[in-house]
C-alpha cells in the first residue's frame, strides 16, 4: 500500500519555495486520499545553531503553516520528530549502514558546511541517514519533495538497499521521490542561479508566508530580471533564468503549466506581468497568512495537534523500530 512520507525543517520562516515545492503538493497527496504523514523535523533543525525559544515558535508557525495551507490534522498525521524517539534510533542504526563517502558526495553538505567543514557540526554530516529513518521508519514508499532534496532520497534508496542486503532480509522498501509540477525549484527573486531558502541574509531574495500584501508586492516589484518581453513559447525563456523563475511561480500558483502561462502573457514587458504576479501570489498566499495568524493565536491546540499527531506516528513507527532491532541482532 502506498504511504506518503515528506518533512520540513522549522529552522525560520516558511517560504514560497517551501510552499511551491512542498506544502501545496502534500496537500494535493493527502486530497488523492493516499496515507499522508508531515512532520516538522525539529531533529534536523539543531544542525545548525537553534535559539530554543526561536525554534519553539517556528515549530508551532510551521504547524500552522501546514494546517491553514490545506492539510487537515484527522486525514494525515502531523507531528513534530523529536516526539518520536524511534527517529533518532533508526537514525543511529542507519549511521552504522551508511558510509562516509556516501555523505561526503551530498552537495546539500558541501553547500551548507563550505570551506569550514571541520567546524561544521557531527548531525550536518550525518543528516541524510535521519532523514533516511524518517521515510523508512514509516515504510514510506513516496517522497513528494523539491529538486533540492532529491540526492537525499536517493540516498535514502541506497541506505534501504544495503540494510536489506546486509541483514539477508526484504524490509524497507526502497521509496520514490515525487519530484513534479513547475516548481520544484523556486529560485531567489535576487539571483536567478540560487534557490529561495530561508536563511538566505537577504530577505528581499524570498517571499515568507507570513509576508503582508505590500510586501509581496513589493518584492515582485523589485525582484531581478532582465530588460527583453516575455517570450511566447518555452524555448525563450533559456537563458534567462530570472524571466523563467517568475513565470514558474505564475503557473504553480494557478495551477497553470509553462506553456500555458506564456501563451497569455507572451509579448508582455515586465512592468506589466510583475503586477499580474504579484496580484495573484497576494490572492493565494494572503489566506494562508491570515490563517496561519489565527491559528498562532492559540499555541495550545497547536501543542495538542502536534501531540496527538505524534502518538499516532508512534503506532506505526514504533513495531517497525523493534522488529529492526531484531533484525540488527538486538536481545530485548
Ligand atoms: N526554493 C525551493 N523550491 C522548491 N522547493 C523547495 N524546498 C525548499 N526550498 C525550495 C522544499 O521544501 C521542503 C522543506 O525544505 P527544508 O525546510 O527541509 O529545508 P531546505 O530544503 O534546506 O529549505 P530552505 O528553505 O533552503 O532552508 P534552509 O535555508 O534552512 O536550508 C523540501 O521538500 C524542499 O525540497
Given amino acids: 500500500t502506498p504511504r506518503v512520507f515528506s518533512g520540513i525543517q522549522p529552522s525560520g520562516g516558511l517560504t514560497l519555495g517551501n510552499y511551491l515545492g512542498a506544502l501545496k503538493r502534500f496537500v494535493d497527496s493527502q486530497n488523492s486520499g493516499v496515507q499522508s504523514i508531515y512532520c516538522m523535523v525539529d531533529l534536523h533543525a539543531i544542525t545548525v545553531w537553534q535559539d530554543p525559544a526561536s525554534l519553539r515558535n517556528a515549530t508551532r508557525e510551521l504547524c500552522a503553516g501546514y494546517i491553514a495551507s490545506g492539510l487537515d490534522p484527522e486525514k494525515s498525521i502531523l507531528f513534530n520528530q523529536s516526539q518520536v524517539s524511534a527517529h533518532a534510533e533508526l537514525g543511529w542504526v542507519f549511521n552504522c549502514v551508511a558510509r562516509m563517502g556516501w555523505m561526503q558526495r551530498m552537495t546539500q553538505w558541501k553547500d551548507k558546511a563550505g570551506k569550514n567543514a571541520q567546524n561544521a557540526s557531527l548531525g550536518l554530516f550525518a543528516y541524510p541517514a535521519l532523514m533516511a ?165 492559540t499555541p495550545d491546540e497547536i501543542d495538542a495537534i502536534l501531540r496527538r499527531g505524534a502518538e499516532r506516528a508512534r503506532e506505526i513507527a514504533n513495531p517497525i523500530m523493534a522488529r529492526t532491532l531484531d533484525i540488527v541482532g538486538m536481545v530485548r
Avoid: C, W
Wanted: net charge negative.
Fill in 133 to 297: 529513518a524518517d521515510i523508512l521508519l514509516y515504510h514510506a514508499t513516496h517522497v513528494p519533495v523539491g529538486e533540492d532534496q532529491k540526492q537525499h532520497v536517493e540516498l535514502t534508496r541506497d541506505i534501504a538497499t544495503k540494510f536489506n542486503h546486509d541483514f539477508g532480509v526484504d524490509f524497507f522498501p526502497i521509496p520514490e521521490p515525487v519530484i513534479e509540477g513547475t516548481a520544484t525549484r523556486v529560485m531567489s527573486l535576487r539571483d536567478g542561479s540560487k534557490k529561495m531558502s530561508k536563511s538566505d541574509p537577504s530577505d528581499m531574495s524570498r517571499i515568507n508566508l507570513t509576508d503582508d500584501s505590500d510586501s509581496i508586492a513589493a518584492k515582485i516589484r523589485k525582484a531581478k530580471t532582465d530588460p527583453d518581453a516575455l517570450p511566447s513559447e518555452a524555448e525563450g525563456l533559456e537563458g534567462r533564468p530570472e524571466a523563467k523563475n517568475l513565470v514558474n511561480i505564475y503557473a504553480a500558483l494557478n495551477d497553470q503549466t509553462q506553456a500555458q502561462v506564456l501563451a497569455e502573457v507572451g509579448g508582455r514587458q515586465f512592468s506589466e506581468f510583475k503586477p499580474m504576479l504579484a496580484d495573484l501570489a497576494v490572492a493565494k498566499l494572503s489566506p494562508i497568512s491570515t490563517e496561519m495568524g489565527r491559528l498562532m493565536q
